[in-house]
Every structure is written in structure tokens, then in C-alpha cells.
């Protein structure tokens, strides 16, 4: 592959991305920035590694820069969002996302606008987006998962055990959906449930601390506790 390619800088990328070695991925591409000024995804890859230091600031000019080549790009605008989220700027970075999903709507920018709702404490609205992204787009594990969180944060246990039942089928094998499920019927006071689900987010995930307590929890009020942990 020839190396004054888009296409090898951008292979390069990703593996200092995978590998998570971003300093010299920086500086690799900072040494080729005629080339990186020349594409939308060498700029957004080049944003990811700075935003990946802590350094937002960098971030933020080269998320800028990338969106010059495809304004409406969700990737590169949830990039922006992430730089702006970092500089403090938080109704900034909802406002970026806010714009692109009025004006193309999708579920992964409607889950996104909604994190960033719940970030600034906004839950309600956050809900309310969500459940209009599912009915527009479907269900998804992600989406399931940020709702089942909004709705128990507002104390809808009943609305987010409803979601847990949709959500469960599209994530059986990840430990987040049953944990998250079995907090829920913890917080409803169906122990016995709580205890099975809890049992078997464990089973996929054997250090989720958050799982632990709520099971301990759970058997304590059905008379099971571990005495060992007294």
C-alpha cells in the first residue's frame, strides 16, 4: 500500500487507535497533516486520538475541520459534541446533536442526544426522546439500556421492567442488560427475581461489583444472607 495514500494513514490509525498508542499516532499524523488537511477521516481520526489525551481543545479544531468536508456527518458531529462535552461547553454539545437529528433523525444520534439530556440532569426529556426513537427506528440493546437507566433514575420501575422485557431478547448475552433487569425488579421488591436475574448477569460478568451488592441485597430480604460477608 502505497503511504502517500489516505487509505494506509487511515489503516495507521486505526491500529494506533486500537493499540491506544495516540501519542505517536498524533505525531505520525501531525507529520503528514498535508495529507491529514486533505480528508474528512484522517481530521476525524486525528480528533479521536487527541480527544482519547484529554486534550478537548485539539480535539475541537480538528472535529471542526472534518465536518468542512461532510457538515452532516453523525459520526463527526457526535465527535464535535464529545470535544465541546469536554470543554465544559455542554449546552454547545447538545445543540450540535440536537441540530443534526432534527434534521436527520437516526436512533444512534437519538440514544446519543438522549446520554447528553441525562448528562445535564435532563431525564424526563430524555425518555421522552427515547421512546420516540424506538417507535420511529426500533429497539436496539443500547437504546433499551439508556431508557431501562433514565426510567429508574426517575423511580418508573413498572415502565422500565416493560423495556427490560423488549431489551433482554436483543442482549441475552450481555451481563449490562440482565444486571440492570435485576436491579429493576430489586427496586419493585421481587426478590426471588431480582436473585435469579442477578444470579445470571454473574455468571456472564463475574466482577460486577454493582451485581454483587444488589444480590446480596436481594437474599438478605429473602432470609438467604451470607453470614461469611457479617
Known sequence: MDPSEPLYLINCGFVYQMKELYGAGINHFQSQMDLVRKSGRLLSILDEMYEATGDYAQARKYAEMALQYTPNDPEYVINLSDALWGLGQRTQSLVVVQRLYDKQPSRRLGVYLAKTYMGMDQYAEAVDLLYNTSKRFGMDKDLGLTLMDALVFLGRYS????????????????????????????????????????????????????????????????????????
Open 159 to 230: 415502565e422500565a421492567l416493560a423495556v427490560s422485557e423488549e431489551t433482554l431478547p436483543l442482549g441475552m448475552g450481555d451481563s449490562k442488560v440482565w444486571a440492570l433487569r435485576g436491579k429493576i425488579q430489586f427496586y419493585l421488591q421481587n426478590f426471588r427475581g431480582a436473585e435469579k436475574t442477578l444470579t445470571h448477569a454473574l455468571a456472564l460478568n463475574p466482577d460486577d461489583e454493582d451485581a454483587k451488592s444488589f444480590l446480596s441485597a436481594s437474599k438478605a430480604f429473602l432470609g438467604k444472607a451470607d453470614n461469611r460477608a457479617l
